[in-house]
């Protein structure tokens, strides 16, 4: 157990606030800079020890290069005995996925605007030789403010690397892999945009876009079947902004942004109006034949023949320089002969001196004293003495750390006879004890139980809450009956403010997707109670309660009444018989007749009739008036005007 341990005599661990396949994730303080920070410790594997440093490792120089205020920043990196950890920024708040799968599906200004965080990062990242490879919503941070920083680079690359981390597999999660991984091609930065785009469909959906009974099936899918619609989805969302999740996530690499920086542009113009009437994103067709791409394998080298130089030697040369003969070096073997002898008389000697010393040196043996050794240290010392090592005890000790040698029996300084057994007591660190309960109880009456308890360590944090009164501990870490030492404990306890007041916003003219905005970043719920007439625009609040500048508990529900639209008007219709007469300049001529009407639906710019007459001729207008407006016809005869009128609804009333 880590909790309440010291890393390398500066980090103290507080609790584990995550963990993965090769590591976990502790929050801890940092006692020399005093804050809180993040550690990740590797988790060793020892079936695959050597793979999980090297990505450790990979991971800690990948992160150290880059400084973006969208990456999560490494302060440190090092190694306490046999522990690897990175230090890292502790980023308050919850990852992209359970923002998410809690807020979901997000408004198209919201998800432009995280994805804008997340473009220039991965441009960061690229400009500086990184690959990422494993972007995805589980590996995104989200702080309190809503901003976003990208973190675990564990499997990250080089934008230089031709190879492959392992044959016939790939790297990445299998719902945000590109096709050309999924293929097990290389992984470039093209393949980081397309699991952006996958992001930005996941934002926009809060799905994803391809699912199946097993990872085989979810990349054949991302190799053969095109990224569905966004819009179908959900129509309100631009097209601009769908064209950039079907660019993003092409099959074809080629079709896709070329690099993050490009995509990042396209993300700050999407919701302008003069995008609004976008075609929708089509890549180019591919005239050429359908071809079955193979799995790229790690090429085998080939070994070219080797051509052996020509020597200038004939077989019979050959023949007559391989028979043996007789070299001076065979003369100086005869004279070396005498050697052996005197070697072995020294070897004699030497044998009898150390029988000698042997019988000379006194049996009993004083035992040396190995407390603070190593077991394994201590054994080889009392071996060395001449001892065989008995029992091993197992006990706690306040002064003597866990692993280390508490004592011996017989004790340290004490003559044995050698080959006597010693007994071997090691301490198992500090005796734990159950940790108090501290919830329910206020603030000033856990100081002296603390302090009583021995807990020399510790803090207390204020955050609101509506369930339980000012000063009144609602959490505490390490939990009660939790196994803790007293003097290398850090103790955490929430301790409540009570009700938080925020005040209210004025919410007139906010339309529904202004609400939900306002709703996600005040934490206040936004509730429509009525829908009234008005010469607003329809869904616009025309009033709340309460009113902006009230103050209001955080969480509490704001009722508003919304505008749907202005009412309809009244109207009446008029009608009236006209005699049009006939004056014409000469006996039978035809006269042109023109009747031109202004009302709810006509003009007086274009004619309602135009017709010819011989004789007078009766002509029946009917005009329809809106409230509050008015109506007018003309009538024109051989480009004259013979009758004008104008009516107002009030003439009607009336």
């Given at each position: 157990m880590l909790v309440g341990k010291h890393i390398s005599g500066r980090y103290k661990i507080l609790q584990l606030i995550g963990g993965g396949g090769m590591s976990n994730v502790y929050l801890a303080h940092d006692i020399i800079l005093g804050r809180d920070v993040a550690i990740k410790i590797l988790r060793y594997d020892l079936a695959n020890e050597e793979e999980?440093?090297?990505?450790?490792?990979?991971?800690?120089?990948?992160?150290?290069?880059?400084?973006?205020?969208?990456?999560v920043s490494i302060y440190d990196v090092g190694e306490d005995g046999d522990m690897h950890y990175i230090v890292m920024e502790y980023i308050k708040g919850k990852t992209l996925k359970q923002y998410i799968q809690e807020f979901s599906p997000l408004s198209a200004a919201r998800s432009v605007h995280i994805m804008k965080q997340l473009t220039s990062a991965m441009a960061h990242a690229h400009e500086n030789g990184i690959i990422h490879r494993d972007i995805k919503p589980q590996n995104i941070l989200m702080d309190e403010e809503g901003n976003v920083k990208i973190t675990d680079f564990g499997i990250a690359t080089s934008l230089g690397a031709t190879s492959f981390t392992q044959t016939n597999s790939v790297i990445g999660t299998v719902h945000y892999l590109s096709p050309e991984q999924a293929r097990g091609g290389i992984a470039t930065m093209?393949?980081?945009?397309?699991?952006?785009?996958?992001?930005?469909?996941?934002?926009?959906?809060?799905?994803?876009?391809?699912?199946?009974?097993?990872?085989?099936?979810?990349?054949?899918?991302?190799?053969?079947t095109e990224t569905p619609s966004v819009r179908e989805f959900d129509a309100s969302i631009p097209q601009s902004v769908e064209n950039i999740v079907l660019k993003a996530t092409s099959k074809d690499a080629n079709h896709r942004y070329n690099n993050a920086e490009e995509m990042?542009?396209?993300?700050?113009?999407?919701?302008?109006?003069?995008?609004?009437?976008?075609?929708?994103?089509?890549?180019?067709?591919?005239?050429?034949?359908?071809?079955?791409?193979?799995?790229?394998?790690?090429?085998?080298?080939v070994v070219a023949p080797v051509q052996q130089p020509s020597t200038g030697l004939t077989e019979e040369t050959v023949r007559m320089e391989s028979?043996?003969?007789?070299?001076?070096?065979?003369?100086?073997?005869?004279?070396?002969?005498?050697?052996?002898?005197?070697?072995?008389?020294?070897?004699?000697?030497?044998?009898?001196?150390?029988?000698?010393?042997?019988?000379?040196?006194?049996?009993?043996?004083?035992?040396?004293?190995?407390t603070n050794e190593t077991l394994e240290d201590a054994i080889r010392i009392l071996q060395e003495q001449g001892f065989v090592i008995g029992e091993q005890e197992e006990r706690n000790s306040e002064d003597i750390e866990?692993?280390?040698?508490?004592?011996?029996?017989?004790?340290?300084g004490r003559e044995r006879e050698k080959g006597s057994e010693i007994d071997l007591i090691v301490s198992i660190g500090k005796a734990p004890t159950s940790m108090t309960d501290f919830v329910g109880i206020q603030r000033d009456q856990a100081i002296p139980l603390l302090e009583e308890g021995g807990f020399k360590?510790?803090?207390?944090?204020?955050?609101?809450?509506?369930?339980?009164?000012?000063?009144?501990?609602?959490?505490?870490?390490?939990?009660?009956?939790e196994e803790v030492l007293f003097n290398e404990t850090d103790v955490v306890l929430t301790v409540s403010k009570g009700k938080e007041v925020v005040e209210v916003r004025n919410l007139l003219t906010f339309n529904e997707a202004?609400?939900?905005?306002?709703?996600?970043?005040?934490?206040?719920?936004v509730n429509v109670t009525g829908e009234e007439h008005s010469d607003k625009p329809v869904g616009e609040v025309i009033s709340q309660t309460p009113k902006a500048g009230t103050k209001l508990e955080k969480g509490g529900?704001?009722?508003?009444?919304?505008?749907?639209?202005?009412?309809?008007?009244?109207?009446?219709?008029?009608?009236?018989?006209?005699?049009?007469?006939?004056?014409?300049?000469?006996?039978?001529?035809?006269?042109?007749?023109?009747?031109?009407?202004q009302d709810k639906t006509r003009s007086l710019v274009e004619p309602v009739e135009t017709f010819t007459i011989t004789q007078n001729t009766m002509y029946q207008i009917e005009l329809f008036i809106v409230e509050g407006d008015k109506a007018a016809y003309r009538i024109d005869r051989d480009n004259s005007v013979i009758e004008n009128k104008t009516i107002t609804y009030e003439e009607l009333v009336e």
């Open positions: 999980l440093h090297r990505r450790f490792q990979r991971e800690a120089l990948s992160a150290t290069s880059l400084t973006n205020p969208n990456i093209k393949s980081d945009i397309y699991a952006l785009g996958i992001v930005l469909y996941e934002l926009l959906t809060g799905e994803l876009p391809f699912s199946g009974e097993s990872a085989v099936s979810i990349a054949l899918k991302h190799l053969q990042e542009e396209d993300l700050d113009t999407c919701l302008s109006i003069q995008r609004v009437n976008e075609p929708k994103f089509v890549p180019p067709v591919d005239n050429g034949a359908t071809k079955l791409i193979p799995i790229i394998k790690d090429p085998k080298p028979k043996p003969t007789i070299e001076p070096q065979e003369q100086k073997k005869k004279k070396k002969k005498k050697w052996p002898l005197i070697v072995g008389i020294l070897a004699a000697l030497a044998i009898i001196f150390t029988v000698i010393a042997f019988m000379m040196t006194p049996n009993k043996v004083v035992i040396e004293d190995v866990a692993g280390k040698i508490i004592e011996t029996n017989p004790i340290a360590d510790y803090k207390f944090e204020e955050v609101y809450s509506s369930d339980h009164v000012p000063g009144e501990i609602i959490e505490q870490t390490p939990e009660a009956g202004n609400r939900k905005e306002y709703e996600l970043s005040s934490g206040f719920k529900t704001i009722n508003v009444v919304v505008s749907k639209g202005p009412q309809a008007k009244k109207e009446k219709s008029y009608r009236d018989t006209i005699e049009i007469p006939y004056e014409p300049t000469e006996e039978g001529m035809e006269q042109t007749v023109t009747i031109y009407i």
